[in-house]
C-alpha cells in the first residue's frame, strides 16, 4: 500500500490567517517585547505588531486590559486579544481526503465559578440547532466533522460575567470554491488569466473513506490516505478532461500537482468529481467564510447586481421564455450573458432552475407588466445550478441575466415549473418504460396540461435497441395542442430540437426517430399552443423498435428466451419480431436421451437474417456448433448429434447484411422440434 501525503496550507491555520479574513479588523500577530516594558502606572504592557500596516506600527495591551476582560493567555499565546473583541472565538476549518469540510471553534476566555458561557450554532436558513455547547476553560475547544456544504449558520456566544450578559455573534457560509491551481489546470472551467504558472502533469487517485489528516506547528495540513498505488495515475494536463469525462459519477477523486514558477516550486491541491452536487465545481476545495452578524447583514443585501446592465438594457435584451423549445443556453466565452423573460399569466407557486454543469450567477427583476421597465430585485447564486421557489402574481413579469461565472464556454438548460402539481409530468421527466414490462407499448392516458404555461416531458430509453421508435400522441381536448421532439447526445448535453408538430383535437401525431446511436437520448414535450390555455386532455405513447416481442429482453445469451418453459420440447411463437440491428437468444436444455434438434425461422417478410447455434465451452463461453446465414424466405438447422443434458443457445440477427436498412419491426415464426 502507498500514501499520499499532501500538505495544505489551511486557510485559517493561525491567528494571522484568521485575522485576514476578519474583513473590518486588522490583522495581528503578537509578539511580547523580551524587555518587559512598564508604563507609569507600573503596569505590565505588551508591544504588539501590526502586520497590516506599512509603517511598522504597534498595539500596545495592558495586563490590566487582559485580566478584566476574562481573556485566557494560555489560549491567546502571542496574539492580541484585541483581534478577538467583537467575537471571542477563532474559527477555523480543514478538509479531509473525501473533500468533506471539518471545522474548530477555540473560544478564548476564562469562565470562573459563578460565570458561564454558551456557544450556539444555528442554521441560518431553517432556524434549527445545528450544534450547541457550554463554554468552560478546560473545554475551549469544539471540532465539528463533515459539515454541511452550501449552507449559512449563525454563531452567538452568550457569556454571564461578573452579573453582567453579553452577546456576541458572527456568521459562517460553508462552500465549494475553485482550488487554487496552475493557470493550465482546470476541467471545464477557464484557465487563470493572472496565473501563469504551469504544469506538465498532475497525479490523480480516488478518494477512499479511510483517511485522516494531521497538522503541525505551523498550521500545515497532511491528508494520508491509504489506497492501492495502482490506483495513482498520473496524467498529462491535456488528458485531464478526457480522464473526467470516463470516470463514474459520485466517485471524488483527489489531484496533486507541483509547479514551478522563477525557480519557485510550488504544491497544489484540489477534488473533483461528476456527482450532481459537484460536477460544476471544476477543481473545487471545501471552505468556509467567516462575517461578523453586522457584516453578514450588509453584504447580503446586494446593493447593485452582479451583472451590470440598466433596467433599459435588460428589456431590450430580453428572451421569451419558451418552456424548454427554446430554454437552453450557451456561452462562448467568459462573462457572457443571457437575459430570460417571463410573464406569469396566473397565480402560483413556481420553481426557477437551471440544469447544467457550470456555475451561475444570476440576476432578478421584476415589472407589473410586460411594457414597463424592470427594476432590480435580488441575485442568486448557483452551486453550480441556481434554483429558487418563489409564489408570483397573475401578470407579474420576472427576468432572469444569467452568467458562467467559472467558465469559457458550455451550456445549460432554464426551466420554470409549478409545485401546485405534484403529480405533474413537468416535475421530473417521466421515463416510459421500454420493455421491462414487455407490453406492446408504454401509453399514459388521460393525463392533461394543467396550468397555463405548462409543460410535460417523457423520455424513450434507446439505450436497448437501434431501429425506429414513435412518439404517438393523441389530443382529447377542443384546442391545439403541440408536441415537440428532442434529443441530446449524453445525459448533460445541450438539448437539440428534432422536430415540432401541431396535433389539432381529436387527432393523433406520430413522430418517428430511427436511433442508430444508443448514446442518443430522446425526449417528446407536450403543451398547449398558447401561453394561457390550460387544463388540456391528452394521451402519449411511446412505441419501441420491436413493437411488443413478448420475448424481449434477449439481447445476450444470459437474457435468451427459454423455449422448453414456454412451449416444451416441440412448438411454435409466431409473435417474435426481427428488425434492424437486434439481436434476439433463444435457448433450450436437452433431457438424457435426445440427440436430435430441427430449428426453423422463417415467413421474415423476406427479410435476411442469420441463424447460430451454440453451446458453452468448458471456458464458460459460446462454441459455435452450426450456422446458416442470409435466409430469404426461410430455412432450418437440422442435428443428429447434438449432447444429452446440454443448454444450447441459438442467435438470431442480420449482422453484416448491410444491403437491409429496414428499421421498423417485422413479425416472423420460430419452429423448434428437439428429440
Known amino acids: 500500500m502507498k500514501r499520499i501525503k499532501t500538505n495544505i496550507k489551511r486557510i485559517l491555520s493561525s491567528a494571522v490567517a484568521t485575522c485576514m479574513l476578519c474583513t473590518g479588523f486588522v490583522g495581528v500577530n503578537a509578539t511580547e517585547i523580551t524587555d518587559e516594558t512598564v508604563n507609569t502606572d507600573n503596569e505590565v504592557v505588551y508591544q504588539l505588531q501590526d502586520l497590516n500596516a506599512n509603517d511598522g506600527s504597534t498595539i500596545d495591551t495592558t495586563q490590566a486590559d487582559i485580566e478584566e476582560g476574562h481573556w485566557n493567555v494560555d489560549a491567546l499565546g502571542d496574539v492580541s486579544p484585541e483581534i478577538y473583541k467583537n467575537f471571542p472565538m477563532q474559527v477555523n476549518s480543514d478538509y479531509d481526503n473525501m473533500a468533506r469540510l471539518n471545522m474548530s471553534f477555540t473560544y478564548f476566555k476564562v469562565v470562573d465559578d459563578g460565570d458561564s458561557a454558551d456557544f450556539i450554532m444555528t442554521d441560518r436558513s431553517s432556524g434549527e440547532v445545528y450544534y450547541s455547547q457550554e463554554l468552560t476553560t478546560d473545554s475551549n475547544t469544539i471540532y465539528l466533522e463533515d459539515v454541511p456544504i452550501n449552507h449559512v449558520y449563525n454563531l452567538t456566544i452568550t457569556e454571564n460575567f461578573d452579573g453582567e450578559t453579553a452577546d456576541y455573534g458572527a456568521v459562517i457560509e460553508t462552500i465549494y470554491d475553485t482550488a487554487n491551481m496552475p493557470g493550465n489546470v482546470y476541467i471545464g472551467e477557464s484557465a487563470n488569466i493572472n496565473n501563469t504558472i504551469m504544469a506538465e502533469s498532475v497525479n490523480v487517485a480516488k478518494a477512499v ?9 505551523n498550521g500545515n495540513i497532511t491528508i494520508i490516505s491509504e489506497v492501492d498505488e495502482n490506483n495513482i495515475i498520473s496524467i498529462s494536463v491535456d488528458k485531464l478532461q478526457s480522464y473526467y469525462d470516463n470516470i463514474n459519477d459520485n466517485d471524488i477523486y483527489c489531484i496533486q500537482t507541483d509547479a514551478t514558477s522563477e525557480l519557485l516550486t510550488e504544491h497544489y491541491i484540489g477534488f473533483f468529481s461528476k456527482s450532481p452536487e459537484l460536477s460544476g465545481m471544476g477543481i473545487f476545495v471545501p471552505k468556509h467564510k467567516f462575517y461578523y452578524a453586522d457584516e453578514y447583514s450588509e453584504i447580503s443585501t446586494i446593493a447593485n447586481p452582479i451583472i451590470p446592465l440598466t433596467g433599459k438594457e435588460v428589456y431590450d435584451e430580453a428572451g421569451e421564455y419558451e418552456y424548454l423549445q427554446d430554454g437552453t443556453f450557451a456561452f462562448t466565452r467568459f462573462s457572457d450573458y443571457i437575459v430570460i423573460k417571463h410573464v406569469f399569466p396566473q397565480y402560483g407557486s413556481f420553481v ?9 450567477d444570476c440576476d432578478v427583476w421584476t415589472a407589473n407588466s410586460p411594457t414597463s421597465t424592470p427594476t432590480y430585485s435580488y441575485s442568486l447564486l448557483g452551486y453550480p445550478n441556481i434554483s429558487e421557489e418563489t409564489t408570483v402574481t397573475a401578470g407579474v413579469v420576472l427576468y432572469w441575466v444569467i452568467q458562467f461565472n467559472d467558465v469559457m464556454e458550455g451550456n445549460s438548460i432554464f426551466r420554470i415549473r409549478s409545485t ?4 405533474d409530468r413537468s416535475n421530473s421527466i417521466y421515463d416510459l418504460e421500454q420493455n421491462n414490462n414487455r407490453t406492446i407499448s408504454d401509453r399514459i392516458y388521460n393525463e392533461y396540461i394543467e396550468y397555463a404555461g405548462d409543460v410535460d416531458i417523457y423520455y424513450a430509453n434507446t439505450a436497448s435497441e437501434n431501429g425506429e421508435y414513435s412518439f404517438n400522441m393523441t389530443n382529447n381536448s377542443s384546442s391545439i ?13 445541450v438539448l437539440w430540437q428534432l422536430a415540432t408538430r401541431t396535433v389539432n383535437p381529436g387527432r393523433t401525431v ?5 436511433t442508430s446511436n444508443t448514446s442518443y437520448h430522446y425526449f417528446a414535450t407536450v403543451r398547449a399552443d398558447g401561453s394561457t390555455i390550460r387544463n388540456l386532455n391528452y394521451s402519449m405513447e411511446i412505441m419501441s423498435p420491436y413493437r411488443g416481442d413478448p420475448y424481449e429482453p434477449n439481447n445476450t445469451w444470459q437474457t435468451a428466451t427459454d423455449l422448453v418453459n414456454i412451449k416444451g420440447y416441440s412448438g411454435k411463437i409466431t409473435d417474435l419480431t426481427i428488425h434492424k440491428n437486434d439481436i434476439d437468444y433463444l435457448k ?9 434438434v430441427d430449428l426453423w425461422l422463417h415467413e421474415a417478410d423476406g427479410m435476411q437474417y442469420n441463424m447460430y447455434l451454440y453451446k458453452l465451452n468448458s471456458g464458460g463461453n459460446l462454441e459455435l456448433i452450426s450456422s446458416e446465414k442470409d435466409f430469404d424466405t426461410g430455412d432450418y438447422i437440422y442435428l443428429t448429434n447434438i449432447s444429452p443434458n446440454t443448454t444450447y443457445y441459438i442467435r438470431i440477427d442480420n449482422v453484416g447484411l448491410g444491403a437491409n436498412t429496414y428499421s421498423a419491426a417485422v413479425g416472423a415464426i420460430f419452429d423448434w422440434s428437439i428429440f
Do not use: A, C, L
Open 209 to 217: 473513506d479511510n483517511d485522516r489528516f494531521i497538522s503541525d506547528e
Open 588 to 596: 433450450f436444455t436437452t433431457g438424457s436421451s435426445m440427440h436430435t
Open 481 to 493: 395542442m403541440k408536441m415537440i421532439v428532442q434529443y441530446r447526445t449524453t445525459p448533460t448535453s
Open 510 to 514: 406520430i413522430n418517428s426517430v430511427r
Open 352 to 360: 426557477i432552475e437551471t440544469v447544467g454543469n457550470p456555475t451561475i
Open 420 to 423: 401546485d402539481f405534484p403529480s
